[in-house]
């Protein structure tokens, strides 16, 4: 009777370890640049500062575990990039359409640095928002709104590209395509602004382009389809761009309420994606027009209209077999909002709620100011807990799951008490994102290749070379390297160098083992 007992208490113990480290997991924050919410500061303007506050915030998102930033590049139809589209965006340079000073391409800096630490980009894009606010923002003379006023609806304070408007979306899916071809982008992200939030008393003005589009359908309906054509666009032209690049959409966390619909979840949202936005993203995931989701559900456990638990549950049974990860809405703790977001439980316990789903991939964090003053320590949690071992990202079973060559590790080097690991990739003939090293105590540790062995991850597509202290009480260590795909799949490992200590507690390469 003790066997079984044993057994049982085994694969809990198991079971519960790894839902606490998990090796494949989305850790990502958003970084906001619309009104300099997260980055650059507000009046900043100074190419160098910009330069080193951009590399404080990924510092800081690396000491908390993140393996993934999600950054605004194209606010409200301008680029914190060099475009022949669009013009430099008001909230680099202080005016739209001035180039940055001194000058750089922020995008390229952006894509370097963040892959420099092993973490994926995922460029994020507003796709209809033209004009944050017709009184106040910084227009250029050569921005699109002038050229093409008839493809633009005022609604409230901003202007909108009309959706409607097939040639609208054909130049939405340029601009994109471009930086898909030009950058070494992991992703192209939306958030969830598709058909702009209601106005309370004003219809947003599309009956025009409605009257001349609508094919007798109705209203709702043309709306919902204009947006699917945007989306299945922008899908089919980054898949022929660059195959391995992903796209993802963070909507609003109410699909549907179930008084409205049987499939919707056991909610009393004040709005919804399918009836107020126009955005169906159960047809994208269903289609596999997105490759994942990240519903914000930015609500606490326990929400009496929409509580976190609830939709949490709700769109786990909804992912179609796609990516889902979760947004948490850790901004909360600026506001005067319910005693909920002052407890410190409540975004540890999200997260253990979320790991207990398989159909759940990870989260993603609004916003990146938020962790600046370490709100309820929810920093400390992630270093020292959830996020205290790296994860890769998770793998897309869609995509291409081609394991690469095995890497050569070139060469060895003992300095003091750190190991340095040269490492090249041997064949030229497929792309790899990078390289990740892992280190055991002995050869049973080594061959787990779990959250607890894994050391490093670097994002050069070539060679790199690892530097890895050797903890002090240690007396000898193996060392793998595998390279990675784009799609997180790693090969198989190289050889195995051990490290062992000497009689004269000096650190040497013991043998390189096949």
Request: with cysteine.
């Amino acid at each position: 009777m003790l066997l079984p007992a044993l057994l049982a208490s085994f694969l809990f113990f198991s079971s519960a370890h790894a839902q606490q480290f998990p090796k494949y997991e989305m850790r990502a924050a958003w970084i906001a640049t619309v009104d300099n919410i997260d980055w650059p500061s507000r009046g900043n303007y100074d190419s160098r500062k910009q330069q080193e506050e951009f590399i404080a915030l990924l510092d800081m998102h690396q000491r908390n575990g993140m393996n993934a930033v999600v950054v605004q590049v194209r606010p409200a139809t301008d680029a914190f990039y060099p475009s022949d589209y669009e013009p430099w965006s008001e909230w680099l340079t202080g005016k739209q359409g001035r180039a940055p000073q001194p000058y750089y391409d922020p995008l390229a800096f952006m894509v370097e640095e963040t892959h420099k630490r092993g973490m994926e980009f995922h460029a994020w894009f507003n796709p209809y928002r033209a004009v944050f606010n017709i009184r106040t923002s910084s227009i250029s003379t050569d921005h699109i709104t002038r050229k093409k006023p008839e493809w633009f609806l005022t609604y409230g304070d901003k202007k909108y590209f009309d959706p409607g408007n097939p040639e609208v979306r054909k130049h939405l899916t340029e601009v994109i395509s471009d930086v898909v071809k030009r950058y070494d982008i992991d992703a192209v992200h939306f958030d969830d602004y598709f058909y702009p939030y209601r106005i309370p008393g004003k219809e947003f003005p599309d009956y025009a382009s409605y009257k001349k589009y609508g094919n007798n359908v109705s209203r709702d309906d043309w709306r919902r389809s204009n947006t699917d054509s945007i989306i299945h666009n922008l899908f089919t032209a980054i898949r022929a761009e660059k195959p391995w690049v992903k796209f993802g959409v963070s909507p609003f966390g109410v699909w549907r309420n179930n008084d409205k619909d049987p499939d919707g979840s056991p909610t009393r949202g004040g709005l919804s994606n399918y009836d107020d936005l126009y955005a169906d993203i159960l047809l994208w995931l269903e289609l596999g027009w997105i490759d994942y989701v990240v519903p914000q559900l930015y609500w606490e456990r326990g929400h009496k209209l929409v509580a976190y638990e609830i939709l949490l549950d709700w769109w786990a049974s909804y992912a179609y077999g796609k990516h889902l990860y979760i947004g948490h809405g850790i901004y909360r703790t600026q506001e005067n909002v319910t005693t909920a977001w002052r407890n410190k439980q409540e975004l540890p316990e999200q997260i253990r709620l979320l790991r207990e789903y398989p159909e759940v991939q990870g989260s993603m964090y609004f916003s990146t100011k938020s962790f600046l003053n370490n709100p309820n320590g929810w920093n400390d949690s992630l270093r020292l807990n959830y996020y205290k071992y790296k994860a890769l990202v998770p793998s897309m079973s869609w995509m291409d799951t081609t394991r690469p060559e095995v890497p050569s590790v070139e060469k060895v080097e003992i300095k003091d008490n750190k190991a340095v690991f040269f490492v090249k990739r041997l064949s030229q003939q497929r792309p790899i994102r990078g390289f990740v090293l892992y280190r055991g105590g002995n050869e049973a540790e080594l061959k787990l290749k779990g959250a607890e062995q894994l050391r490093a991850v670097s994002f050069s597509s070539d060679s790199c070379s690892f530097e890895e202290v050797i903890p002090e009480m240690a007396q000898e260590m193996l060392f793998q390297v595998c390279a990675i795909s784009h799609n997180s799949i790693e090969s198989a490992p190289s050889v195995s160098i051990r490290i062992i200590k000497t009689a004269n507690n000096a650190w040497e390469v013991a043998e390189i083992l096949p």
